[in-house]
């Protein structure tokens, strides 16, 4: 407001109310007092200066924070942090933050007895739970498990016996003498079954009867 007596004039135009700068610079003042018996004028410059205004939009990880002004935000959300900047005058600046969540995945796989599964740099080979962390796409920790199951090899043994002369069927093969032999077939659940086979031929017997 204006004191009572007098008139405001700013870069000579005149003021009758509060006087907002349209933009910063600088202006220069003058009160002119005229009240029919005497008159006066005094004179200022005075200057206005900028407001600094800053819009930030950035993503973190969950867990992590950004650090502003010496505030720490960890939250999603849109924020207004007011700082001083170099001339003295307000920084406002807008956050925009938005929290990334880690991305998580569980791997169920099964291999047999004797093979090996790699998994991040590990050749496994045993039952078990096991774990690694990576970056995702997103630039935040992305965990992977894996639920390895090993498969049993089946293990069949046979043993067998024929007579000379007679023949005997084994995983394709007609066997007509005694040895030990395998085939190896696929067993309900994928992996190998062994089939070993033990077989004896047996000779043939013969009699002679003189008789009267």
Do not use: M, W
């Not at 002119?32 to 005094?42: E, F, P």
């Amino acid at each position: 407001g204006l004191p009572v007596g007098g008139s405001y004039y700013i870069n000579n135009q005149l003021v009758t109310g509060g006087f907002s700068a349209p933009s910063p610079g600088l202006y220069h003042l003058d009160y002119i007092v005229n009240n029919g018996l005497c008159s006066d004028t005094a004179s200022h410059s005075f200057e206005v200066k900028n407001i600094s205004r800053t819009t930030i939009d950035t993503a973190i990880c969950s867990g992590a924070s950004f650090v502003i002004g010496g505030q720490n935000f960890s939250a999603d959300g849109n924020y207004t942090i007011t700082l001083s900047s170099y001339n003295n005058c307000d920084s406002i600046i807008s956050l925009n933050l938005v929290v990334l969540n880690p991305i998580g995945a569980t791997i169920n796989q099964s291999i047999c007895e004797g093979q090996t599964f790699a998994f991040g740099n590990q050749n496994l080979t045993a039952s078990g739970t096991y774990s690694i962390t990576t970056t995702a796409a997103n630039g935040c920790d992305s965990t992977v498990n894996l639920e390895l199951t090993v498969l049993s090899i089946s293990v069949t043994n046979l043993i067998n016996t024929i007579c000379d002369g007679q023949t005997y069927s084994f995983g394709g093969q007609i066997l007509t003498t005694s040895g030990s032999y395998s085939d190896t077939l696929i067993a309900f659940n994928g992996c190998d079954s062994i089939v070993n086979l033990s077989l004896t031929v047996l000779n043939s017997s013969s009699l002679t009867v003189d008789t009267t």
